[in-house]
């Protein structure tokens, strides 16, 4: 991802040292999603707020490589450019539907859950929808029925249906290839967050169970994160996941102590943060790493 004037040089590691105390308050640039008070916004690492987006329930929130803001937001998707001006909005024409996913994809395309339709579709930047593909949850919850969606490399989705707690890998017509869900000594309850990283495991975060756990392609619980490995935080409603390139990963809280956690793989707290001006933060992305994330190279 190229520098822009918005965006510093991102320090991933310092405070990752063997021995260091966790870092409280300001760290990254980062741009995170507050659902309840309605806002997305961009924070440098000062903490001040560079850019703020006023709109109901943000969710899903991706930065792009040329400065763009792509997110969800309760009735479609929006585009800001790094001027802070909308470039792109999409709206759904239902009556009753709700929208809690967006993700960049290749050659500008998007990647949209209808929880009213019930479907995932990918649209164009002018507005077209030019892929459907139906995924019923065995709940009727227009509210909950899905959290953040991701399409894959491989042209498969994986499928955050959060009313079933339950993952979901799909095949590009719809067929069901894999289901997570009923794993020893995971709560998935109103479970929010999935991805799928470089290695082929998979990361996903429970909700309202309060855990990050990333399991093999066997599922295999090879690594998870619980309220009992860091009493110092109070960690509630657990929200958006994202691994950073040296293996630690930042996590989102709708409630608790803080809004933002860093946590490394030997469950060491590397940074935390209450954001002063925000409520619910359900989703962030950390600014100025390497790769792109219409290419799958971001891991949120």
């Given at each position: 991802?190229?520098?822009?004037?918005?965006?510093?040089?991102?320090?991933?590691?310092?405070?990752?040292?063997?021995?260091?105390?966790?870092?409280?308050?300001?760290?990254?640039?980062?741009?995170?999603?507050?659902?309840?008070?309605?806002?997305?916004?961009?924070?440098?690492?000062?903490?001040?707020?560079?850019?703020?987006?006023?709109?109901?329930?943000?969710?899903?929130?991706?930065?792009?490589?040329?400065?763009?803001?792509?997110?969800?937001?309760?009735?479609?998707?929006?585009?800001?450019?790094?001027?802070?001006?909308?470039?792109?909005?999409?709206?759904?024409?239902?009556?009753?539907?709700?929208?809690?996913?967006?993700?960049?994809?290749?050659?500008?395309?998007?990647?949209?859950a209808q929880n009213g339709l019930s479907r995932l579709i990918e649209i164009n930047r002018e507005g077209k929808i030019v892929k459907e593909v139906p995924v019923k949850s065995r709940n009727n919850d227009l509210h909950m029925r899905y959290r953040m969606c991701r399409k894959l490399q491989n042209?498969?989705?994986?499928?955050?249906?959060?009313?079933?707690?339950?993952?979901?890998?799909?095949?590009?017509?719809?067929?069901?290839?894999?289901?997570?869900?009923?794993?020893?000594?995971?709560?998935?309850?109103?479970?929010?967050?999935?991805?799928?990283?470089?290695?082929?495991?998979?990361?996903?975060?429970?909700?309202?169970?309060?855990?990050?756990?990333?399991?093999?392609?066997?599922?295999?619980i090879v690594w998870k994160l619980e309220r009992s490995d860091l009493p110092e935080i109070k960690m509630g409603f657990m929200t958006g996941l994202h691994r950073l390139p040296n293996g630690n990963t930042v996590i989102s809280f709708y409630q608790g102590s803080h809004h933002l956690i860093e946590?490394?793989?030997?469950?060491?707290?590397?940074?935390?943060?209450?954001?002063?001006?925000?409520?619910?933060?359900?989703?962030?992305?950390?600014?100025?790493?390497?790769?792109?994330?219409?290419?799958?190279?971001?891991?949120?």
């Open positions: 991802m190229k520098l822009n004037r918005f965006f510093l040089p991102l320090l991933v590691c310092v405070a990752g040292e063997l021995g260091a105390e966790a870092v409280e308050g300001p760290k990254y640039n980062l741009v995170c999603a507050d659902f309840a008070k309605g806002e997305v916004c961009v924070v440098d690492k000062s903490g001040e707020r560079k850019h703020v987006f006023k709109t109901q329930n943000p969710n899903d929130v991706w930065a792009l490589p040329n400065g763009e803001v792509l997110f969800a937001w309760r009735r479609g998707v929006k585009i800001y450019d790094q001027a802070g001006k909308q470039i792109f909005e999409w709206s759904s024409s239902e009556a009753k539907d709700e929208i809690h996913t967006c993700q960049p994809l290749a050659e500008g395309n998007i990647l949209i042209g498969n989705y994986l499928c955050m249906i959060s009313c079933d707690d339950e993952i979901r890998e799909i095949d590009s017509e719809g067929k069901t290839v894999r289901v997570i869900r009923d794993l020893p000594g995971v709560k998935m309850s109103k479970a929010h967050a999935v991805t799928r990283l470089a290695n082929g495991n998979t990361l996903f975060s429970t909700g309202a169970g309060a855990m990050a756990v990333e399991v093999d392609q066997d599922d295999k946590v490394s793989r030997e469950k060491k707290l590397v940074w935390k943060w209450r954001l002063p001006d925000q409520r619910t933060v359900v989703s962030v992305q950390i600014l100025d790493q390497e790769g792109d994330a219409s290419q799958g190279q971001i891991y949120k």
